[in-house]
């Protein structure tokens, strides 16, 4: 069973039921005490993956796709608010950004996870940056004390994740992701950059194209609720 799933307590808390991730060679149909949530993800090419999730009860939720940029700095123009690190004083905005600010992530089109959990989990995940479960480096974008856009990152060996981005409905438009982005690169280790997101979100894949990000793979997203 260890080999086949691996458990994610901190998921599970917020779902209310034990949270697991399928390895990729596992069995999907093997049983599960209920209740319980597993995801899985499978390249896009591999039908043959898909078709025994499917009968085994997972739900298609996402299609993600992975963007690599190399190395080297962003020509962006510049915005008025300030970009700057994070601090723990920002810890509560980031929260409450991340609480409100997503909507095509996997959770959101989940139809079993109702939406107050499905942003729950995203605003806990951008504040576990603040106590340290979560990221390596904060970027954000603040005016007048508010704090208009987050950028999370996770820094590897061998390259940087942007984890988790966002910028409130009102400053969205202003060049705020990119200017972020632009900043961690600057200030970050000389690493090539990875992104994922979603094929629906068509204006993250706008924005990360704009920025030299180039599609590197694409996978399925599945989950299955066991009740």
């Known amino acids: 069973m260890t080999d086949s799933l691996s458990a994610d307590a901190w998921l599970g808390r917020l779902l209310g039921k034990a ?3 399928l390895s990729p060679a596992a069995d999907p149909a093997m049983p599960l005490a209920a209740p319980a949530f597993i995801d899985a993800k499978v390249a896009t090419g591999d039908i043959g993956r898909v078709q025994k999730l499917a009968q085994a009860g997972y739900r298609l939720v ?3 796709v992975r963007l690599d940029r190399p190395n080297g700095a962003l020509d962006v123009p510049v915005v008025t608010p300030a970009i700057r690190a994070a ?16 909507r095509f992530d996997r959770f959101h089109a989940d139809p079993d996870i109702p939406k ?25 974008a603040a005016e007048k004390g508010e704090v208009l856009g987050f950028l999370q990152i996770i820094d590897r060996p061998d390259h940087s994740i942007i984890d988790l981005i966002a910028v409130a409905t009102p ?3 202003r060049g705020l992701a990119g200017a972020m982005i632009a900043y961690a690169v600057r200030q970050g280790p000389a690493n090539p950059w990875r992104v994922g997101t979603q094929v629906a979100n068509v204006p993250s894949l706008r924005l990360y194209e704009r920025l030299g990000f180039r599609c590197a ?10 009740n």
């Open 217 to 226: 793979e694409t996978q399925y997203v599945f989950h299955r609720h066991v």
């Open 19 to 21: 949270a697991f991730h």
């Open 62 to 64: 996402d299609t993600n």
């Open 87 to 102: 601090n723990p004083q920002d810890a509560d905005a980031v929260r409450a950004l991340g609480s409100s600010a997503f």
């Open 171 to 173: 400053a969205q438009g």
């Open 116 to 140: 107050p959990v499905a942003d729950r989990i995203k605003g806990e995940w951008a504040g576990n940056y603040f106590n340290g479960r979560r990221g390596n480096r904060m970027i954000v």
